[in-house]
Structure formats: C-alpha cells, structure tokens
C-alpha cells in the first residue's frame, strides 16, 4: 500500500512510502489525550519552522504536515505506529489514516482542537523564511 498525504492531494502525491495497513486498529483514536503543545514538537525543539500542523490522535503528538519542509507529523507516524492523524488546524476539522490512505471518522478529541488563533501561518513567528512558499514540499 502507499501513502498519500491530504497536505499534498490537491497538487498531485509528492510522497509516496510503503506502509502496511493492518497495523490501524481501535486503539488509534484517544479521545482523552490532550495535545502535546501549540506547535510541532521537532520544529520547536530545532528551530525549525511549520506550513500547517497535525495532531496524532493516539498520543497527541503535534507534528508538521507533509508540505512543510520536516514532516513530523507522517514521520511520527510511521516511526510509532500511529497512523491517524487529525488537523490542528482552526477550522479544520478532519481525520486522515495513513494506513487507508484514506479520510476517517472519528470522535471528538480533547481540547484544545486546534493551536492558538493568534499563532501565525506558516509558524513560529520569527523562524519563517522569507522565501518559505519556495521551501515547500
């Protein structure tokens, strides 16, 4: 099976990786699991920078999407097995398995659902690239 990113859907799959797709169970979905913070834990920890962000719904790591230079989120992924993602994005609600390939349902997640609304877009304010649009997978 491969996987196909929703960040990339809309211009064609820029990244396609085997993954095995009976590893989604159950157990994917953690309602009660708040997020691991406002932003994607790598890039904060790197001083790296994020296009939009993702929320895995089993730990509540929040990792980068796929069209942001590091992919955290998809990395997280497939490193912990953890293959639904839902958006961290405001306004955005939506699930996406990894494993299907595929949008999925889910229930509603802990609070917050989405990081801060004065948060800029790309993000972190002040580690933006002026030419970020380019640097964009």
Known sequence: MELRSPCTADRGPRRIVAYDAAMAS???????????GPGCVECLESDGWWFHLRRCTRCGHIGCCDSSPSQHASRHAFKERHPIIHSFEPGEDWFWDYAQNDFAEGPPLAPPTHHPLDQPVPGPE???????EYLLN
């Open 26 to 36: 159950s157990e994917d979905i953690d309602p009660s699991v708040a997020p691991s």
């Open 126 to 132: 002040g580690r933006v690239p002026p030419d970020w």
